[in-house]
């Protein structure tokens, strides 16, 4: 089992930055890819980005490409998401995943991952 725990999130104004956190504990999380998705009211999961268990390979979604950047630093079992030029649509619930097995054809949806933390609140303001 893997528990996932964000931190990071708050209130910033537009154009500002964050860095959201995911620590993992459990089995060993250096064997693990993982990702990041938000999910604004009434609205579908979206997809973020996310990371191939060595760091080697990263992947975003559209709205957050050349804004956003995911990491992971394995020995201290924690990953990241730093976050820049936030816009106000950036405002939702993010969530980090993890996967045993990563996915090329799935990697931006829920499938390939088994574990998730329970969220944590972006709000971007205009």
Known sequence: ???????????????????????ASGRSFSTMSMAWFRQAPGKEREFVA???WNGLSTYYGDSVKGRFTISKD???STGYLQMNSLK???????????ATTFS?????????YDY??????VTVSS
Not at 116 to 121: F, I, N, R, S, V
């Open 50 to 52: 996310a990371i191939l």
């Open 116 to 121: 998730w933390g329970q969220g944590t609140q």
């Open 1 to 23: 089992q893997v528990q996932l725990v964000e931190s990071g999130g708050g209130l910033v104004q537009g154009g500002g930055s964050l860095r959201l956190s995911c620590a």
């Open 88 to 98: 106000p649509e950036d405002t939702a619930v993010y969530f980090c995943a993890a």
């Open 74 to 76: 394995n020995a201290k």
């Open 104 to 112: 090329l054809v799935y990697y931006n949806t829920d499938r390939p």
